[in-house]
């Protein structure tokens, strides 16, 4: 299985700054097609998972452009330009360029 | 809109077969591209995909647990089952259910119902 290393595993980030969470994986994943399956999720507390950026770099509808998602092959980056208080949560990366489909262990996000 | 919504038993007892339904609306799943997928996530712990299901009835399943589970699907009433046997502890999570758009990933995802497997 394509194992997704995500780090820090913990962030600390005071409102305004900007801030990087960091996903590599086992394997690289481009796909025979061209497409890279590297989508992130935020899942804040008691709630269920939602997705923000898809094939690395495209935001989902309603997700504020402060969200930018980025890397190729192995090395993976989302980043919050500007962290707001609804921001707090956790973030995970997830690939399905390779079967089976496959989540990071996750990156918390905390407000100071 | 597009909603999904888990139903299960809540609590059992190891070596009982657990029964999973995910009711959505807002699409169909006879809709070129569309899937529904189960993903778990233990207390205080990540996510795990289970299985996926698709328009044209193709399936897949996570292989560490491929023998213990079944998916299947009602498209006329909008429903996707999972059916995990033998269940043990370790079976106690949340359950979601999520649309996986092909190509994209999972664009919606229900609520969650939580499982407690216990004797």
């Known amino acids: 299985d394509v194992v997704l290393t995500q780090t820090p595993p913990t962030l600390l980030a005071t409102i305004g700054q900007s801030v990087s969470i960091s996903c590599r994986s086992s394997?690289?994943?481009?796909?025979?097609?061209?497409?890279?399956?590297l989508n992130w999720l935020l899942q804040r507390t008691g709630q269920s998972p939602q997705p923000l950026i898809y094939?690395?770099?495209k935001l989902e509808s309603g997700v504020p452009n402060r969200f930018s998602g980025s890397g190729s092959g192995t090395d993976f980056t989302l980043k919050i330009s500007g962290v707001e208080a609804e921001d707090l949560g956790v973030y995970y990366c997830m690939q399905f360029t390779h079967y089976p489909l496959t989540f990071g262990s996750g990156t918390k996000l905390e407000i100071k | 809109q597009v909603t999904l919504k888990e139903s299960g038993p809540g609590i059992l007892q190891p070596s009982q077969t657990l029964s999973l339904t995910c009711s959505f609306s807002?699409?169909?799943?006879?809709?070129?591209?569309?899937?529904v997928s189960w993903i778990r996530q233990p207390s205080g712990k990540g996510l795990e995909w289970l299985a996926t299901i698709c328009w044209e009835d193709s399936k897949g399943y996570n292989p560490s647990l491929k023998n213990r589970l079944t998916i299947s699907k009602d498209t006329s009433n909008n429903q996707a089952f999972l059916k995990i046997t033998s269940v043990d502890t370790a079976d106690t999570a949340i359950y979601y259910c999520?649309?996986?758009?092909?190509?994209?990933?999972?664009?919606?995802w229900g609520q969650g119902v939580m499982v407690t497997v216990s004797s």
């Open positions: 807002g699409f169909s799943l006879s809709t070129s591209g569309i899937c």
């Open positions: 999520a649309r996986f758009y092909t190509g994209r990933g999972f664009d919606y």
């Open positions: 394997q690289s994943l481009l796909h025979s097609n061209g497409n890279t399956y």
């Open positions: 094939l690395v770099s």
